[in-house]
């Protein structure tokens, strides 16, 4: 059983984490030979103030 872990900023519409997962589960199943019923995700949202690069919060960089 296949297990996906997506990290992201949060702020993604409901309507974008569908076709996301839906688009995963296809990428996963063609690749592995998985069935749909076998792929699960996990989508861990962020806030901008939990991300950083190179030393700087993600909420400074603008």
């Known amino acids: 059983m296949p297990i996906i872990e997506v990290h992201m900023l949060e702020g993604r519409t409901i309507e974008q984490k569908r076709e996301l997962v839906?688009?995963?589960?296809?990428?996963?199943?063609?690749?592995?030979?998985?069935?749909?019923?076998?792929?699960?995700?996990?989508?861990?949202?962020?806030?901008?103030?939990d991300y950083a690069i190179a030393g700087t919060l993600n909420c400074d960089k603008d």
């Open 22 to 49: 839906g688009q995963v589960t296809e990428a996963v199943c063609r690749a592995l030979g998985a069935r749909p019923e076998q792929v699960r995700i996990i989508l861990s949202e962020m806030a901008k103030e």
